[in-house]
């Protein structure tokens, strides 16, 4: 039986860095999503996901199993995404079209191919480039939520705890911030 | 209930984590709102516009991972004190314009000659720079060994402290108190900076030659670029 992340966690306080590379294992591809969808910057995640991990095994010592690890993790994330971004002050200084253009990327060859055809490729690329530019574009709060929620997975009332926010709070956001991304990914059509 | 409300409970809807009453509420005002039903439709939309951002996948550099949580032997900057020396240095230098400017302020005569920096005070004249004179110790000493430098450096550094404090004794009967504080806060704070920099001096001594060659360097622009400012002050 597969353990827990929280059991994982108690045996990494001791000093078992195996457990520590298989939570790293289980964990590196939701973090990596969450932190590109945050930060809109796939090289700049991986080294965000980097710091998340560093940090996990830094503090492993305050971790208590009374929160679930990966509310405690994405807290961590988030913090160091938004952190990041404040840093960067990319959202309120660039508009939607210098985004597109600077953060569209040349098309992935891999995914071109027989069954595939060019033109459908086209266009979910297009389509991804107008969904990135529009999380972009939201504000911070909101876009945590959403990420969290629709990507990530994660349940209205563990959001709430990962913001140390009440849920009321989080699913106003979470309705402010889809609302928005309607409108704006509608309005491109 | 307002729209507003049932907005919030059709995105918790669409997440599928509403519960059974409230989704039962929810199923009759759609029902009899039409805003509402259409809001539905467009979160259906917008949810699979979001899903053409499609999950990346790049393994973590494990290797890399480990390497970075391994307790880390200390680094070119945490063992060399050349980052400290910068910034003790400026602080130092900075402590000399100002005492330089601050004798000649209250009355010392300060001229800078062929031998360097010469402070006189009526007929008395004390022909020592000590700026210049480390210096030419770090220029001109470079086959003494390390520890005998740091120790010439030392000394070169308490003779410039202690200079200082034979000029304020002597003037401090002919100046006003106000300027005697001032003074002695400066001495203070050089004082401290004095014990950080002999500190400093003492690790230096077991630095490897790369190391000390690189603070040396650094001391040495530092010294010189400040002496040229001393230089330039006094003309
Ligand atoms: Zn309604």
Redesign the pocket.
Known sequence: MEKSDEALMLQLQTGDLLSFDTLVKRWEKPLLNYCYRMVNDLPLAEDLRQEVFLRIYKSAKTYRPTAQFSTWMYRIATNLCLDTLTKQQRRKEMPIDTYLDSESEGFDERLIDPSNPPHAVVIRKETESRVRSALACLPEDQRVVITLRHYNGMKFHEIAAIVERPISTVKSRMTAGMERLSRMLSKQE | M??RF??EQIIVENYEELEAEAKKSLEA??Q??????Q?QVNLNETQQTLDQWEEVDRPIDIEALHKAIQPKPLSWWARSPAWRWLSWGVAACLILVISLSALAWIGVDIKWEDRGLTLRIGQETVPEITAQELVRLLQAERHATQVEIVKQLQGALDEFSEQLQVHLDERQKQTNAQLTLIYQGLQSQRVQDLELIRQELQQLAGATEAEFLETQRAFEFILASHVSEIQEDIK
């Open positions: 307002d729209c049932f907005r005002h759609l009899t709102c039409r805003e509402c039903t809001f």
